[in-house]
């Protein structure tokens, strides 16, 4: 992972996960309860680990999200101010590919703390070629979760 200044200058670069994670990596930011930036990483294809890791700005870990397995692998992961009352943004998760309508999605803190009581299902917006769409709506934006080969893609 590369972090850019707004001039396109590396500012710094970090490995999210071991070499024998293959087929890219999903990255998501978002701010915790001080406003501080977190980047929330997950592998796109590989069915090798069951953990989303979390890290600060310049590359130090937060934190990993050891996902359970009513969820299977490869994820799909979004981030965003899903829950009004808890602070900092939330990151959801489900799986990339769903095998019911109504797929599970498991809300965590900022943190990598599973939210008691906090899963969303969600119903499909509008078939895809290769899959489903499922929207989150948070308060700042329209996000969409594509269980689909086009990973996340933006709401339109």
């Known amino acids: 992972i590369r972090i ?22 999903g990255i998501e930011t ?3 309860g001080r406003g501080r ?7 796109l294809s590989s069915k090798l680990t069951r953990k989303i890791h979390l890290f600060n700005q310049a590359g130090g870990t ?11 692998p490869p994820y799909d992961l979004a981030v965003g101010d899903f829950l009004p009352k808890s602070p900092g943004d939330e990151i959801a998760i489900t799986s990339k590919y769903a095998k019911e309508a109504n ?19 969600l119903s499909p917006l509008k078939r895809l070629k290769d899959g489903e769409s499922y929207q989150i709506q948070s308060k700042e934006e329209s996000l969409m979760l594509a269980n689909s080969i086009f990973g996340n893609i933006p709401a339109t």
């Open 37 to 43: 930036p977190f980047i929330a990483t997950w592998p």
């Open 4 to 25: 850019l200044s707004p001039y396109q200058v590396c500012e710094t670069q970090f490995i999210a996960y071991p070499p024998n994670i293959r087929g890219g990596v």
């Open 62 to 72: 937060k934190g990993k999200i050891q996902v359970p397995g009513e969820i299977s």
């Open 103 to 121: 797929p599970l999605v498991l809300v965590y803190s900022f943190s990598g703390q599973l939210l008691q009581g906090s899963f969303i299902q």
């Open 30 to 32: 978002g701010t915790d």
